[in-house]
């Protein structure tokens, strides 16, 4: 019989700052969202750019396929209010509520009501995916777009309208299986979550995610986006 296990944390949130075109930009790199503290490391990244004048911020989620759910909702309601239901058929049919605001954990009806303007984040955003974005992942990509940060890169993996658990297999390997289907749920609507992002603005495919014209090119599109 199959048991959960905790897989080993990845890297924390890591900050990048660019000058481009003149305005001085902050990237944030999200390897993953494996780790417990990665939503507190992002909010104080978020945190920091604003105090040191960031002019725009660009999330780099080109390599993250995703990890704890609560770490994700928690980090993404950084840049607007998240209200995220999951719902299940088994044993019996059950229905939860994530919510987020302000780059915190709060109860599922605070979030569905909040508006845009509850974040933490003022500026314009950007947010990078790609082929190997998934998951969780991709949950944040949805509400940073929804709350006006522009998505640009590649269609992402494609498994965002459900939750996996992961099974450690050993060996190097693991088990994803679905267990959930998952819906936005802000403003008293419940919208299926797309199975993928389909980014606003293409950018080329790169094999190089640390690459400076992919992130300089999302700062350009951010700044033009003014909110």
């Known amino acids: 019989m199959l048991s959960p296990e905790r897989l080993p944390a990845a890297n924390l949130p890591t900050p990048v700052w660019m000058e481009v075109d003149g305005h001085r930009v902050a990237v944030i790199v999200v390897p993953s969202f494996d780790a417990p503290g990665t939503a507190d490391r992002f909010r ?31 980090a993404a309601s950084s840049l607007g209010p998240v209200a995220y239901q999951l719902r299940g058929s088994r044993p019996v049919g059950w229905t939860s509520t994530l919510g987020g605001l302000g780059g915190r954990l709060t109860a599922g009806p605070l979030a569905r009501w909040a508006g845009p303007e509850q974040r933490l984040w003022q500026g314009p955003a950007a947010v990078l995916v790609g082929p190997r974005t998934a998951s969780c992942a991709e949950l944040f990509g949805y509400f940073a777009g929804q709350a006006g940060s522009l998505v640009l890169g590649q269609p ?21 299986v679905s267990l959930t289907r998952t819906f936005d749920s802000r403003a008293g609507q419940i919208r299926p979550m797309p199975r993928r992002l389909e980014p606003v603005w293409a950018l080329p495919a ?6 400076f014209p992919a992130r300089a090119a999302a700062a350009r599109a951010a700044l033009q986006n003014v909110r």
């Open 44 to 74: 104080d990244l978020v945190l920091a750019a604003q105090a040191r004048g960031a002019e725009a911020l660009v999330v780099d989620l080109r390599v993250n396929r995703g990890g704890l759910l609560t770490e994700c909702v928690a």
């Open 156 to 176: 992402t993996q494609g498994v965002a309208n459900s939750s996996v658990q992961r099974f450690d297999l050993g060996a190097g390997y693991s088990l994803s």
């Open 206 to 211: 790169s094999g190089r995610p640390a690459e």
